[in-house]
């Protein structure tokens, strides 16, 4: 089972406790979104994520930060960054 929730959505705090409840509910993967101010390849629904995880203040450092802390808690748990090249070529979200 392959999970994705996008970081940051709709704060800092509530992703953090939904992902890890995702996490101890047996995903298999987690797919972990990257916030970028432009999600124009996405539906609805991810747009809508990133757009409140933008607000929220996301970026890519803090995201790395929250994988980071979910791999401490699931060490064996493969976790997917999903994102554009954008974010990652500029070093921002």
Not at 10 to 33: F, M, N, Q, T, Y
Not at 53 to 66: K, M, P, R, Y
């Amino acid at each position: 089972l392959v999970g994705y929730l996008t970081a940051f959505d709709p704060d800092l705090e509530r992703s953090r406790e939904r992902i890890l409840a995702a996490c101890a509910a047996g995903l298999d993967v987690l797919e972990l979104g990257v916030a970028f101010s432009d999600p124009s390849a996405d539906g609805p629904t991810i747009q809508a994520a990133m757009t409140r995880a933008c607000a929220a203040g996301s970026n890519l450092e803090q995201v790395i930060e929250l994988a980071a802390e979910i791999r401490a808690a699931h060490p064996q748990l493969p976790i997917v960054l999903f994102s554009y090249a954008n974010p990652w070529l500029h070093g921002d979200s």
